[in-house]
């Protein structure tokens, strides 16, 4: 037991050290799809849960699975201090004080060799935010309104491959590429008027190509299994709109303990830092000043997120190799450049099946 606690402690503090250098903080897109898709359910999930089968990197297996995941934000941070929405409404015309997104991910894995692994996901998202803005007669909306977008978010393909693997460890690669698939020309009404352009918030996708390398490592003794994992994501130019979300790092450190052959739960300590938007989009200009969310200036920041998951898995008969996971997690820390709304919560739903 000493040297498993003594090797999550090794574990947490190079998370620390990953976590050192901190970002220019500037509003993240309410939940990048592109890394907490394929990273979570994928990467992370196939050498976290320790219940059935521990190597599902076999040769030739194939995977399938669904993820549903929902994550509200409510509240303003400025830094990390709480803002008001009513302090929100004295600056600007107009506040948003809770965005909620809805994701549901189609995804599947290849397994060519016993080392390398071909991911796919597909991403569609729901998400409405709630407005509130100065009173006064309006012909479009009231003091309160919503605004909803949905659709295909961007499409993500990853290579995993395990350069190093022993009896009680492994250590895995991952090379990745999110594809422009989803919307950023989303319109809606707004006090402005009808089939306005909607902020940077609301877009359905990225609108770039997005590299998003990575290293895991994970290991395992007895009941016990940890690990951490660390990802990049780097954008590749502007979109056609004339800007790009900034580049993001994350990093991961678990732990996990078999009770039964089909169930396992595990703690999970996510790290976030991400840049603020390059750019522009010049369709937001004449309301940038009066909506916090349609500047680019207040995105990106620092967050960490506590996560508990409860896993289980079949590990014979005739549903062998089929897996549920279920999650729920709150933000420990925030810092973001604000005022730009914070993260409140988040749960989630997957399932796979590994044949």
Do not use: C
Request: aromatic letters at 12%.
């Amino acid at each position: 037991m000493k040297r498993i606690w003594g090797s999550v402690l090794k574990t947490a503090l190079a998370l620390s050290i990953l976590l050192l250098p901190r970002l220019a903080k500037g509003q993240d897109h309410p939940m990048d799809l592109h890394e907490l898709s394929l990273k979570e359910l994928l990467s992370l999930d196939l050498v976290e849960i320790n219940a059935g089968e521990d190597n599902t990197f076999y040769k030739g297996a194939w995977s399938v699975g669904y993820r549903y995941l929902y994550m509200n934000m409510e509240g303003y941070l400025d830094g990390q201090k709480s803002v008001s929405t009513a302090e929100i409404l004295k600056t600007f015309a107009i506040a948003q004080p809770r965005m909620s997104q809805e994701m549901h991910l189609i995804e599947a894995s290849y397994a060519p060799t016993e080392r390398l692994s071909v991911l796919l996901g597909i991403p569609y998202i729901m998400q409405t935010t709630k407005h509130q803005r100065r009173p006064g007669a309006n012909p479009f909306v009231g003091e309160e309104f919503d605004v909803t977008t949905d659709g295909l978010s961007d499409i993500s393909a990853k290579l995993a491959y395990t350069v190093y693997k022993a009896a009680s460890f492994q250590i895995l690669t991952f090379a990745g590429v999110g594809f422009p698939t989803g919307s950023i020309d989303e319109t809606g009404t707004v006090p402005r008027g009808q089939n306005q352009p909607l902020p940077y918030t609301m877009q359905l996708g990225s609108g770039t190509y997005d590299l998003n390398p990575g290293i895991a490592y994970s290991a395992q003794a007895g009941k016990w299994s940890w690990g951490t994992e660390f990802m990049y994501k780097s954008r590749l130019g502007k979109n056609d709109a004339g800007y790009s979300f900034g580049d993001r790092y994350s990093a991961t450190v678990y732990l996990t303990r078999r009770l039964f052959d089909w169930v396992a739960p595990s703690i999970v300590v996510t790290g976030r830092s991400w840049e603020s938007i390059s750019g522009r989009d010049p369709r937001l200009d004449p309301v940038a000043k009066a909506v916090p969310v349609a500047n680019p200036n207040f995105y990106g920041g620092d967050r960490i997120d506590l996560i508990f998951r409860l896993n289980f898995a079949i590990p014979r008969g005739m549903l062998k190799g089929n897996r549920l996971s279920v999650e729920g997690g709150i933000p420990i820390y925030q810092d973001l450049n604000g005022p730009q709304v914070q993260s409140d919560y988040r749960f989630g739903v997957s399932w796979q099946w590994t044949f």
